[in-house]
């Protein structure tokens, strides 16, 4: 069967449902020692990029929910049960619709996979919200908050987008004013790196003395948003995850220094890696350091992209 979804439902016979879903980066990544939950406490400053992935959902067999993919890294993304994104349907329609509600569910994927930006969140809450709108449910924001909250901590800024702090287990969020629009370079790596890898390594290192814990968000980060100060945010910039993903893929440091010898006002490892998120002053610096970033041999490609992007959206 194509891939192109044009092909694969006419809008004149089924109307699918088409939400786009934005990535994420984490201007501050505060990580705590692991708890007795078996979950590591968060302090986070989300911020919604605009780099897309686009969730179509049309009617299904009924209690069927399919999956097909396309894009660039649609080979890595599984479409089975273990998706997230057919995770969040079948648990939408058993909380607020019936088991006979079916669905074919596309994904047009443009954010990598396993890379550190929450694509797998981003389309379980765009097929949250695509569902909803597809079976005609009397679900509301904070239904669908609550079931993003069961399905991972990272879909409910799906949702919302923006900017926002996220504590907790990063799902409790609060929305964070800005002014201005901010313009990053995102070096891709060869490859993605496992979020519960890195967050193994981090407990070791901790444990060793070689990496810091601590859930406070630093106040420079909202002070240089609520500013629309680039240069003040470029070094306000925090992951406590960046040491272990440089512990397990030493050559992301290698791209995260040339990317401040080319001018980057602040460079980060974007949540778990092994994407690297570069801040630039503006679109056109952005645009030679995305030049001078893509000839590096452990980049696979870059894109450049602004923030703060909108959540979920209907098309």
């Given at each position: 069967m194509s891939d192109d979804p044009s092909r694969l439902w006419s809008p004149a016979e089924d109307a699918p449902v088409r939400v786009r879903v934005p990535a994420k980066v984490n201007l501050a990544l505060c990580v705590g020692p692991l708890g007795a939950d078996g979950y590591h406490p968060l302090g986070t400053v989300f911020h919604a990029l605009s780099l897309h992935d686009e969730v179509l959902a049309a009617p299904g067999e009924p209690g069927e929910v399919t999956l097909q993919v396309s894009g660039e890294t649609s080979a890595d993304v599984p479409v089975d049960e273990s998706n997230l994104a057919v995770r969040a349907a079948r648990l939408l329609a058993a909380e607020f619709g019936t088991p006979?509600?079916?669905?074919?569910?596309?994904?047009?994927?443009?954010?990598?996979?396993?890379?550190?930006?929450?694509?797998?969140?981003?389309?379980?809450?765009?097929?949250?919200?695509?569902?909803?709108?597809?079976?005609?449910?009397?679900?509301?924001?904070?239904?669908?908050?609550?079931?993003?909250?069961?399905?991972?901590?990272?879909?409910?800024?799906?949702?919302?987008?923006?900017?926002?702090?996220?504590?907790?287990?990063?799902?409790?969020?609060?929305p964070l004013l800005s002014c201005g629009i901010y313009h990053w370079v995102l070096a891709f790596?060869?490859?993605?790196?496992?979020?519960?890898?890195?967050?193994?390594?981090?407990?070791?290192?901790?444990?060793?003395?070689?990496?810091?814990?601590?859930?406070?968000?630093?106040?420079?980060?909202?002070?240089?948003?609520?500013?629309?100060?680039?240069?003040?945010?470029?070094?306000?910039?925090?992951?406590?995850?960046?040491?272990?993903?440089?512990?397990?893929?030493?050559?992301?440091?290698?791209?995260?220094?040339?990317?401040?010898?080319?001018?980057?006002?602040?460079?980060?490892?974007?949540?778990?890696?092994?994407?690297?998120?570069?801040?630039?002053?503006?679109?056109?610096?952005?645009?030679?350091l995305a030049t001078e970033l893509g000839r590096l041999e452990q980049v696979a490609a870059t894109r450049r992209a602004t923030g703060p992007a909108q959540g979920a959206r209907l098309l």
């Open positions: 006979e509600l079916g669905v074919r569910l596309q994904l047009k994927k443009q954010i990598p996979v396993a890379g550190g930006m929450a694509g797998g969140s981003a389309d379980a809450a765009g097929a949250l919200l695509a569902c909803s709108v597809l079976w005609d449910l009397d679900t509301g924001p904070d239904d669908l908050h609550a079931l993003a909250a069961r399905l991972g901590a990272d879909v409910p800024f799906g949702l919302v987008g923006g900017n926002a702090i996220g504590r907790g287990r990063g799902d409790q969020l609060v790596a060869h490859g993605g790196l496992s979020t519960p890898q890195v967050f193994g390594r981090f407990d070791e290192m901790l444990e060793q003395g070689r990496a810091s814990s601590g859930t406070e968000v630093p106040a420079e980060v909202a002070e240089a948003l609520a500013k629309a100060d680039p240069f003040a945010l470029g070094k306000a910039l925090r992951n406590n995850l960046e040491a272990p993903a440089l512990d397990l893929r030493p050559e992301l440091a290698e791209t995260l220094a040339a990317g401040r010898a080319a001018g980057a006002l602040g460079a980060i490892v974007s949540g778990s890696g092994p994407t690297c998120a570069f801040l630039a002053e503006s679109e056109s610096r952005a645009m030679d």
